[in-house]
T-cell receptor, first 111, second 110 residues
Framework: EAGVAQSPRYKIIEKRQSVAFWCNPI?????LYWYQQILGQGPKLLIQ????????DSQLPKDRFSAERLKGVDSTLKIQPAKLEDSAVYLC?????????FGSGTRLTVV | SQKIEQNSEALNIQEGKTATLTCNYT??????LQWYRQDPGRGPVFLLL?????KEKRKERLKVTFDTTLKQSLFHITASQPADSATYLC?????????FGRGTSLIVHP
């Protein structure tokens, strides 16, 4: 079974620039999550999709972050404009029953 | 507000000993609790899920307990090996926003 694919693996941008991350979940997993993990902390949920509908986005900074999951398969997360405090690892996960399967994440550095 | 607490200090043990990690939660009653392992530069990997009506769950050298009265879960690794060195995260779940603790770093010395 193929895992959760994420790209890019690393990204360095200047503050106020925009960036996008892509995620392809495990085939058949209806639920997709985007998490932000700051160094030394646990993953923090940004947004949860069920198929192509949003289940929870209460912790997504909507003034700068956006996410979509067209056709209920892959998903993109965008930040525009980026701030220094957005430097983190952005993890995508999907689930069917039971635990989450995570991708390796995108490490974002904002300078 | 809902809170998850895991020891922020690293746990150092000798190879062959049993490692015990603690996860405490407050201000909610999760229907289940999950444990994950995270290695540097990688996403968390699911290990075990225990439901509120289960006292204990085992998988090979891993054992998890769930005490809903104490609002605590204990994660045990028996006969620990240097390869078990990683950060272990707990994640209470149910009808709540999926939330993770900050994790406890385990270092197993040969």
């Amino acid at each position: 079974e193929a895992g959760v694919a994420q790209s890019p693996r690393y990204k360095i941008i200047e503050k106020r620039q925009s960036v996008a991350f892509w995620c392809n979940p495990i085939s058949g997993h209806a639920t997709l999550y985007w998490y932000q993990q700051i160094l030394g902390q646990g993953p923090k949920l940004l947004i949860q999709f069920q198929n192509n509908g949003v289940v929870d986005d209460s912790q997504l900074p909507k003034d700068r972050f956006s996410a979509e999951r067209l056709k209920g398969v892959d998903s993109t997360l965008k930040i525009q404009p980026a701030k220094l405090e957005d430097s983190a690892v952005y993890l995508c996960a999907s689930s069917y029953i039971g635990g989450y399967t995570f991708g390796s994440g995108t490490r974002l550095t904002v300078v | 507000s809902q809170k998850i607490e895991q020891n922020s200090e690293a746990l150092n043990i000798q190879e062959g000993k049993t490692a015990t990690l603690t996860c405490n939660y407050t201000n909610y009653s999760p229907a289940y609790l999950q444990w994950y392992r995270q290695d540097p530069g990688r996403g968390p990997v699911f290990l075990l899920l225990i439901r509120e009506n289960e006292k204990e769950k085992r998988k090979e050298r891993l054992k998890v307990t769930f005490d809903t009265t104490l609002k605590q879960s204990l994660f045990h690794i028996t006969a620990s090996q240097p390869a078990d060195s990683a950060t272990y995260l707990c994640a209470p779940g149910g009808s709540y926003i999926p939330t993770f603790g900050r994790g406890t770093s385990l270092i197993v010395h040969p």
